[in-house]
């Protein structure tokens, strides 16, 4: 069995190469500018917000959250018209590093439950390729196991979910070899 203090270092030079990765993917390379589209008047929209003094959330529109709702006249009214739409509102972003670091710390936690699962399934004398196929696999599953749902359900492209999965992969390849690496 692994001990997990053994694996502190592994769980931080995953998190690392996962973070840098991820900026190359997003900010360098040109593969996730097409996730999002632009609405037509997006500054009337904006000031429609603003007007409503909408703060940070999730909403959904038109709001039909219970049956009742979704089955009455007026709401089966409002869901055969469209459109359905849903709505992250933040306050702004002068800037990113909270959300760099958000992610970064995601990174980590994301790191220790792969530690956590290869503490208790790996043996200390495990060879690399043990470790990278359980590890590669825990952090595949960490970072792109949600991926397909927003395309269930939030109606988000599936080419947008096949490249964040696509992405999970890489993720994944980083944090097998950063545990193959540094954990045996």
Known sequence: MLEMTALWLPIFV?????FLASSVLHMVLPYHRSDY???????RLLDALREQKAGAGNYVAPHLITPEQRSSPQGKAKLERGPLAFVTVIPGMAGMGKQ?????VYCLVGGFFVAYVASFTLAADSDY???FRLTGTVAFIWYAGGAASESIWMGRRWSTSAKHTFDG?????????AFGWLAI
Not at 14 to 18: D, E, G, R, W
Not at 37 to 43: A, G, M, N, S, V
Not at 100 to 104: A, D, E, I, V, Y
Request: proline share 3%; charged share 15%.
């Open 100 to 104: 760099l670091g958000s992610w970064f």
């Open 14 to 18: 995953s998190a690392v190469l996962v």
């Open 169 to 177: 992969l890489i993720y994944g390849l980083l944090t097998a070899g």
């Open 129 to 131: 390729m043990a470790v």
């Open 37 to 43: 589209d632009k609405l037509p008047d997006e500054d």
